[in-house]
Structures are given as structure tokens and as C-alpha cells.
């Protein structure tokens, strides 16, 4: 039991600091499925295509950030946030294995949280629509 432990302490460790890894989209990743049209799950690769384990970052050319997401064995899995060209976050996004899963919030240009939604296993359950008070407007289940 002892060698069983010295082996899976030390590999859980390593799993951990691959975790922490920062890619950059374009540069040191290589991921299929980030259009917004595409209807596939995201899936990211490093240069020599093995399936990445870390952050990954997308940026706009005026260099702030696009979209910032977790991937675990190539695929999506924690928060994504995706932002305006203009810094302001637009969405944010619980993925579990490459599908919406749990609270999005969506914001206007400003700033302003404008929807929310809940995900089950990648489809919509409950959806909420603010004005910009603030106050719900319409409520879908």
C-alpha cells in the first residue's frame, strides 16, 4: 500500500502543475471547435498534437483577451470567460468534458449581466433576462 502511495502522490502532483500550464491559441495550442458556430466540443492540442492539460488563452490583435479557458486531456472542463475586444467580460461559463454545464452569465458591452442560464449536460434548462436595472423581464424554464 505504501509503494502504491509513493507512486500516486508524486503523479497527482505532476497533474496538478500541468494544470497551471499557460498556452496561448495560435502559438502553443491548437484548438478545433472555438467558432462560435461550431457545434463540436473544444478540443486542444500542443504543437506536437497531444492533448493539452492547462490554461489556455485567446487574445484579439489589439492584445487583450478573447477567451480564457481550463482544458484536461484536450478537452474543456472549468470556467471559460469569453470578453468584449474592449477588455469587459461578456461571458462566463461552467464546461464539464467539453459541454455548458451549471450558471452562464452573459454581459452587455458595458458590463452589465443582461442573462443568465442554466446548463444540464449542454442544453439550456432555465434562462433569465435582465433590463438594465437590473430586474428580471423574462424568465424562461
Known amino acids: 500500500m505504501k509503494k ?4 500516486i502522490i508524486p503523479l497527482l502532483v ?3 502543475c500541468d494544470n497551471q500550464k499557460k498556452y ?10 472555438l467558432e462560435e458556430t461550431s457545434l463540436e466540443k473544444v478540443y486542444c492540442v500542443d504543437s506536437l498534437d497531444a492533448p493539452i492539460n492547462g490554461k489556455v488563452i ?13 482544458i484536461r ?3 474543456e472542463n472549468g470556467i ?9 467580460l461578456r461571458v462566463e461559463t461552467n464546461v464539464v468534458d467539453g459541454n455548458a454545464d451549471g450558471l452562464s452569465k452573459l454581459y452587455n458591452e458595458n458590463g452589465k449581466l443582461y ?3 442554466t446548463w444540464v ?13 437590473g430586474k428580471v423581464i423574462t424568465s424562461v424554464e
Not at 489589439?62 to 481550463?70: D, V
Not at 471559460?80 to 469587459?88: F, S, V
Open 115 to 117: 442573462m443568465e442560464m
Open 24 to 33: 496561448i491559441v495560435g502559438e502553443t495550442a491548437f484548438c478545433k471547435g
Open 14 to 16: 505532476l497533474t496538478a
Open 80 to 88: 471559460e470567460r469569453e470578453y468584449y475586444e474592449n477588455g469587459n
Open 121 to 133: 449536460n449542454g442544453d439550456a434548462t432555465n434562462i433569465k433576462v435582465y433590463n438594465e436595472k
Open 4 to 7: 502504491l502511495l509513493l507512486f
Open 58 to 70: 485567446e487574445y484579439y490583435t489589439n492584445g487583450n483577451k478573447l477567451r480564457e479557458m481550463t
Open 73 to 75: 486531456g484536450g478537452y
